[in-house]
């Protein structure tokens, strides 16, 4: 983000959500830079809040919610404050949350991103209307009205309150996201979903499976292997399915290819695989691409097939187990990672003592692991959420157990060896030290000089704990 300019309307972009709501707001920021906005990380400087919403789980709503409801305050100390919602929460339930927060300015659907900067431009006109001038304000609004003034001259306002939801995508150029690193990019391939697992609000939110063309793709990622980029993660709902709404099957397997063949990108990335649709073809070209780095997103979700078939997975676990075994039978040391809901309606001890074998059988190198709760709109929302409270609890506290004992095995697997990675920058945890992730995703810290940040760097790690690898630097 950049920091405040000093003429210029200052928004703070908060986002929710997954790695596409992450890159949704790369490309909004970049939207509102080239509109003449500043976005800044700082709360206490912004004209306006705008936040980038996910309804994939109650949790993420519930912080939106409580984040809202905090900011009603400051609206009654500064009225011409403008609050903005956008992305999952906005199309999905946009009319209830303007109903219910009377301080939001305006919602704004998850392909409409484009008409962000005029709708902050309409909503910064009427707060500035009604703001009082005091002395304690006075120079502040001057500030604004001058920095509202210049926006005026080239952005057409839309008028407040309206909510804009659809779900039909608008064909944004993504070159315009700012990306905080030149060495890492997501890109999206595709927008939306057509697969309908009945707990997900992906479909409605984000509608149907639209791809884009691979080489308004391959041209953008050209562009950024050549103002430095290194790594890429290539992003969809399910990646598996690229191309099938263009040419009628899908072209994923020959899209990796591609992209691996531009020079300057080193690693490459993809997310997320749906297991049922995962193609001999794109297992052997990730056998073959050395660029293609050997982690998988697949999500199981549950070891149950009764649960399986009641989510429209669309497999079984006797052949996700299968696609696992095939997959490891070509890159033996490829890192699984998964998602897995507890507690979803009619869930029995059994039905979950299956997911928890199964996860013991796949020992992931990483999971994701949810009490379920009922989405609105969904098909599972029709059932009755008759797993206890307490039971599902109990249910995600074993399955964490689990993992944080086979993350530690996967980790530990490494001590001793030379690991190569990406350095990212200071460690989160400890600033003193560097963070990086091998090419299978794993976290290492080290110590290092901060310029190796982007550069790839030989460690050799000495000991790990579930969290990650800690390592030295290699002579
Ligand atoms: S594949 Fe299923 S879980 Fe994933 S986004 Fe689509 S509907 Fe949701």
Redesign the pocket.
Same mark, same amino acid.
């Given at each position: 983000m950049s920091s405040a300019s000093a003429d210029s309307v200052r928004v703070h972009l908060r986002t929710y959500g997954c790695q596409m709501n992450v890159l949704d707001s790369q490309i909004i920021t970049g939207l509102l830079e080239t509109a003449g906005f500043s976005v800044v990380e700082d709360e206490a400087e912004a004209d306006a809040f705008l936040f980038n919403t996910c309804s994939v789980r109650d949790l993420s709503e519930r912080k939106v919610l409580g984040k809202l409801g905090q900011l009603r305050h400051a609206r009654a100390r500064r009225p011409e404050l403008v609050f903005g919602v956008c992305g999952c929460m906005a199309e999905l339930s946009g009319e209830r949350l303007l109903h219910k927060n009377p301080h939001v300015d305006f919602v704004c659907g998850t392909n409409c991103r484009s008409h962000i900067p005029s709708l902050l431009v309409g909503a910064l006109q009427r707060r500035l209307d009604i703001a009082h001038v005091t002395r304690h304000n006075a120079c502040h609004l001057e500030r604004l009205r001058g920095a509202l003034a210049s926006l005026l001259a080239r952005i057409p306002p839309i008028e407040t309150n309206c909510l804009i939801g659809t779900a039909i995508p608008e064909g944004l150029d993504e070159r315009v996201a700012r990306r905080p690193h030149p060495w890492h990019a997501y890109v999206e391939i595709m927008r939306g *979903?057509? %697969?309908? *697992?009945s707990? *997900? +609000? +992906?479909?409605y939110a984000r509608g149907p499976e639209v791809s884009r063309p691979m080489d308004e793709i391959l041209r953008e990622l050209e562009q950024l292997a050549a103002a430095g980029c290194v790594e890429v993660t290539l992003l969809g $709902? %399910?990646v598996n399915s690229y191309g099938r709404d263009l040419e009628g099957r899908s072209r994923f397997a020959l899209l990796l290819r591609r992209v691996s063949e531009i020079p300057g990108i080193r690693w490459v990335r993809f997310l997320?695989s %749906?297991p049922y649709d995962i193609s001999e073809e794109l297992v052997e070209t990730v056998a073959s691409s050395p660029k293609i780095c050997h982690q998988i997103h697949f999500?199981l $979700?549950s070891g149950s097939d009764r649960i399986l078939r009641a989510m %429209?997975?669309k497999y079984t676990c006797a052949e996700y187990l299968e696609k696992v075994a095939r997959i490891r039978s070509a890159v033996p040391d490829m890192a699984f990672s998964s998602d897995f809901i507890v507690g979803f309606p009619g869930e029995t001890e059994e039905d979950f003592a299956a997911t928890y074998a199964a996860m013991e059988q796949v020992k992931f190198a990483n999971a994701f692991i949810f009490k379920y709760s009922a989405r609105r709109g969904t098909a599972a929302a029709a059932l009755p959420d008759d797993v206890p409270r307490h039971v599902k609890e109990a249910r995600h506290q074993a399955l964490l157990a689990l993992q944080s004992k086979h993350t530690l095995l996967a980790h530990e697997a490494h001590v001793g060896s030379h690991v190569e990675v990406l350095v990212e920058g200071p460690s989160k945890r400890n600033p003193e030290m560097l963070q990086g992730r091998t090419s299978r995703f794993f976290n290492v810290i080290f110590p290092g000089q901060s310029w190796w940040a982007g550069t790839f760097r030989t460690v050799r790690v000495t000991h790990a704990t579930p969290l990650a690898l800690y390592a030295e630097p290699t002579a």
């Open positions: *979903c057509s %697969n309908f *697992c707990y *997900c +609000v +992906v479909p $709902q %399910n997320t %749906n999500p $979700q %429209n997975r």
